[in-house]
Each structure stands twice: as C-alpha cells, then as structure tokens.
C-alpha cells in the first residue's frame, strides 16, 4: 500500500503565496506521474498539474505561470508553489501517484485546505 501525505495547506491573502507537498511512503513505488487536483464543496475534483517521474510538469490553463509543481529533494515527494494566489484558487488540494499512463490514479492523500482572502 502506498500513502500519500500532503502539507502546507492554510490561509492567505491575494495575491501571495504557498508552497504545498506531498510525501508518498509505504510499499516501494515507483510512480509514473504525481498529480495534484483540487476541489471545492459542491463541484467536480479538477486537475491542477502534474510531474512525471523525468521531472516534466504539466499544468491546467487555470494556473500555468502562477502555479509550479516539481519534485522534491526526497524520494517520492512532490511539491506545488502556488503564487498570485486567487480567491477562485481556495479548495482542498489532493495530491495523487499512478503506476503507469493508462491507469486511473490509485493513490490519494487526504487533501490539504489552501483558502485565499480577497
């Protein structure tokens, strides 16, 4: 089994910034991508960004040139620096790991609230 734990979630105010990461341990891994999603009560999880394992991010329209997602110094670690942060930015930020490019994500962390004040 594989865990998925993210921090750094919290509050800010427009315009400033957050750095989030997810740590993934249990069973040795070796992930494909890591992604992260957010989702707000009521509507649909959306997709934020991704790495792959070459260290190649990918990121939604919503947030390309604000939002920077590379890996961490650790094995399996993920981080997401989040700038010029929006009010429509504040959700739970999920992180997510898959084994291979077909398959759905398998794993999630238990997501990390990010709440921006205007």
């Known amino acids: 089994q594989v865990q998925l734990v993210e921090s750094g979630g919290g509050l800010v105010q427009a315009g400033g910034s957050l750095r989030l990461s997810c740590a993934a341990s249990?069973?040795?891994?070796?992930?494909?991508?890591m992604a992260w999603f957010r989702q707000v009560p009521g509507k649909e999880r959306e997709f934020v960004g991704k790495?792959?394992?070459?260290?190649?991010?990918y990121y939604a329209e919503s947030v390309k040139g604000r939002f920077t997602i590379s890996r961490g110094d650790a094995k399996n670690t993920v981080n997401l620096e989040m700038n010029s942060l929006k009010p429509e930015d504040t959700a739970v930020y999920y992180c997510?790991?898959?084994?291979?490019?077909?398959?759905?994500?398998?794993?999630w962390g238990q997501g990390t609230q990010v709440t921006v004040s205007s």
């Open positions: 997510a790991t898959r084994s291979g490019p077909t398959m759905n994500y398998e794993y």
């Open positions: 249990g069973r040795t891994f070796n992930y494909y991508d």
């Open positions: 790495v792959w394992s070459s260290g190649i991010a």
